[in-house]
């Protein structure tokens, strides 16, 4: 199939939107306590049932579209979204926002295991490294912005209604005076909605996958489930998305708690450069991992994010301030590095293997719940140790990885290349 614009657009869109729907979370989490007068539990319950939905659908989303195809997983997905969405926004209430999360949470991992094999196809196979590294940059982009929105919609109610755009305004009219920030879920809503109707009306290319990205079969992973590198490996993605999650949806919290940080303004800030430094650092990573081994590479990064943690949990409000974004820039490079080491550690079933490291993606829903369930018992504080938990382990995958393949480096090239 020749190379097609528009639908790699579409796609990009696509990543714009998971993202943006996916991390608004943390930037909420203050205005879920003091909007519903729930504790820090029950508060980390709600990007619980979001996450929680990666580990019940990821490996059965493979098998659906497989079965009915890219079109209608997706648009199917979207369209869940736009339900879960439009539920809470009509009706805000704290039991709502649980189910709510829970069903958007099944949407986005539908779309995550569709869209890689479409974009593969869609954009031709040789184009496909630099149209997911764009893809990637497009998410970030969304998730810098989502806290920037949701800032501009929650201050709404403290600004007077001649200063605003119109369109904010339409928003804070359909949400409750108390709760200004619900209206970003009318937004959501509108957005999986057009989403929805976009890939009704599209026509997508067929899509035949390489054997990596097959869905698989159960013999497939039963074989994978009994080896110890899967479990592993597994534990790593568990621990990088509850690490990523748990600071993101943690932080302005903190900031607000121990500094007085108003979420609205600086908290949600911070929220937005972690996603931003995080994308950046992305970059900046591509470089380091084409000169060194990845095992180096991430063993440096899980110091580096393990002390800008130790500086944004003890250090004064303006430290803080900074150290908990630049969390997100040591954390840019691991979830490829992991990834691409669990990948390179196994010699077969890749498509089932990835489709399980994908179900680690619910270490999203764990870690920030445990984080609030120590700091309901000793403070929020205490309750970010968990970070050192799980960062401590992703710094011990360098020392214990055995990749089959490790990753090319310009030095590796270069000595090749000299004559013997």
Known sequence: MARSYPIVGVIFLTFFVISFLTNILGPIIPDIIDGFGVSLTLAAVLPFCFFIAYGFFSVPAGFLVERYGEKAAMTGAFALASVGALAFAILPSYVVALSSLFVIGAGMAILQVAINPLLRVAGGEAHFAFNSACAQLVFGLASFLSPQVYSLLARGSYEAHGGQSAWVSWLLRLSPPKLPWVSIYWLFAAAALAMTLVLALLKLPSVQRTPDESAGTWHAYRALLKRRSTWLYFTSI???????????????????RYHGIDPHTDGAAAVAYFWGLLTAGCVFGVALLRLFDSRHVLITFSIGALAMLTLALFGPSPVASMAFPAVGLFASIMWPTIFALALN???????????????????GALVPLAIGAVGDALGLRAGLFVLYLTLGFILSIGFWARPLVKNATIRERSSRELPH
Not at 239 to 253: F, I, K, L, R
Not at 345 to 363: A, E
Request: negative net charge; charged residues 10%; hydrophobic residues 35%.
């Open 238 to 256: 568990v621990a990088y998305v509850g690490s990523e999650q748990g600071t993101a949806d943690w932080m302005s919290q903190f900031l607000y």
């Open 345 to 363: 550690s196994v010699p077969d079933h890749h498509g089932p293997f990835s489709g399980i490291l994908c179900t680690g993606i619910m270490g």
